[in-house]
Every structure is written in structure tokens, then in C-alpha cells.
């Protein structure tokens, strides 16, 4: 399984507009993605309730996950985008 731990880059966390932004991403990464905070359950990183449901704050450590072949390219974009609080996902890493 392919894992990546970043601390959410956006002020104000994985809320409203950042989690749009990031459920996007998320779908089109073409794997299924997971995301949890650290420590906790996993849910769908393509699901804007599970995503807000999370109640991520900025700063705050969460784990992104796929078991899928070749998503390492997947998550290492939306571990950028996360970490770094993008308004997009990044074409390259």
C-alpha cells in the first residue's frame, strides 16, 4: 500500500472551498484514494461529506492512502496539494 503523511497546508483545513479543491483532485487522480486524519479511520477521498466529515484543520497531520498500482504519482500530487494549501492540483511534482 502506497502511503503519504502530510500536515494540511490550508489556514482554515480541509473546509468549504479547500475540500472542493481536494475532492476534485482526488477524483481525478484515476485510483481510489483514502484519507484519514492520523490515527483515525480512513474514508473515500473522493466523497465531499467524508472529506468534511474528517474535520481537518490546517496544520494538522493526515494520511492518504491507495492500494492501486501506480498510485504513487497519484498521491505524491495530492500530497503537494495538500501540504502546500494549492488552489489546484499540480500538473507535476
Given at each position: 500500500?502506497?502511503?503519504?503523511?502530510?500536515?494540511?497546508?490550508?489556514?482554515?483545513?480541509?473546509?468549504?472551498?479547500?475540500?472542493s479543491?481536494?475532492?476534485?483532485?482526488?477524483?481525478?487522480?484515476?485510483?481510489?484514494?483514502?484519507?484519514?486524519?492520523?490515527?483515525?479511520?480512513?474514508?473515500?477521498?473522493a466523497?465531499?461529506?467524508?472529506?468534511?466529515g474528517?474535520?481537518?484543520?490546517?496544520?494538522?497531520?493526515?494520511?492518504?492512502?491507495?492500494?492501486?498500482?501506480?498510485?504513487?504519482?497519484?498521491?505524491?500530487?495530492?500530497?503537494?496539494?495538500?501540504?502546500?494549501?494549492?488552489?489546484?492540483?499540480?500538473?507535476?511534482?
Amino acid at each position: 500500500m502506497a502511503e503519504r503523511r502530510v500536515n494540511v497546508g490550508w489556514a482554515e483545513g480541509l473546509h468549504a472551498r479547500p475540500a472542493s479543491i481536494f475532492v476534485r483532485a482526488a477524483t481525478a487522480a484515476g485510483v481510489p484514494v483514502t484519507i484519514a486524519k492520523a490515527g483515525g479511520p480512513p474514508v473515500n477521498a473522493a466523497s465531499m461529506l467524508a472529506v468534511l466529515g474528517l474535520g481537518a484543520q490546517g496544520g494538522e497531520e493526515i494520511v492518504l492512502a491507495s492500494e492501486a498500482e501506480g498510485a504513487d504519482a497519484a498521491l505524491d500530487r495530492l500530497a503537494k496539494l495538500v501540504s502546500e494549501g494549492l488552489e489546484e492540483l499540480p500538473e507535476t511534482v
